[in-house]
Nanobody, 115 residues
Framework: QVQLVESGGGLVQAGGSLRLSCAASGSIFSINVMGWYRQAPGKQRELVAV???????NYADSAKGRFTISRDNAKNTVYLQMNSLKPEDTAVYYCNAAGGETMYWGQGTQVTVSS
C-alpha cells in the first residue's frame, strides 16, 4: 500500500501562484509514475502533469508553460508549482501514484482562483 498526503491548496487571485506538495509513504518502491490530476465541479477528473521515475514529465495543454511538476526523491515528495493561475484552474487537485496495474490517490486539496 502507498499513502499520499497532499498540501498547499488554497485561495489565490488570478495571476497568482501556489505550490502543491504530495508526500508518499508505504510501499513506494513499487511506484514508477506520480502525477497530479484535478476535478472541477460538474466535470470529469483530468490529468494535469505526471513525472516518471527517470524524470520525464508530461503536461496537459492547459498546464504547459504555467505549471511545473518536480520530485524530491529523498523526501518521497512530488510538487506542482502553479504560476499565472486562472479562474478555470479552480478544482480539487489530487495526487496520484502508479506502479504496474495499481493506482493510488490522495484525498485531494482545493485550489480556488478568484477573478
Amino acid at each position: 500500500q502507498v499513502q499520499l498526503v497532499e498540501s498547499g491548496g488554497g485561495l489565490v487571485q488570478a495571476g497568482g501562484s501556489l505550490r502543491l506538495s504530495c508526500a508518499a509513504s508505504g510501499s513506494i518502491f513499487s511506484i514508477n509514475v506520480m502525477g497530479w490530476y484535478r476535478q472541477a465541479p460538474g466535470k470529469q477528473r483530468e490529468l494535469v502533469a505526471v513525472i516518471r521515475s527517470g524524470g520525464r514529465t508530461n503536461y496537459a495543454d492547459s498546464a504547459k508553460g504555467r505549471f511545473t511538476i518536480s520530485r524530491d526523491n529523498a523526501k518521497n515528495t512530488v510538487y506542482l508549482q502553479m504560476n499565472s493561475l486562472k479562474p478555470e484552474d479552480t478544482a480539487v487537485y489530487y495526487c496520484n501514484a502508479a506502479g504496474g496495474e495499481t493506482m493510488y490517490w490522495g484525498q485531494g486539496t482545493q485550489v480556488t482562483v478568484s477573478s
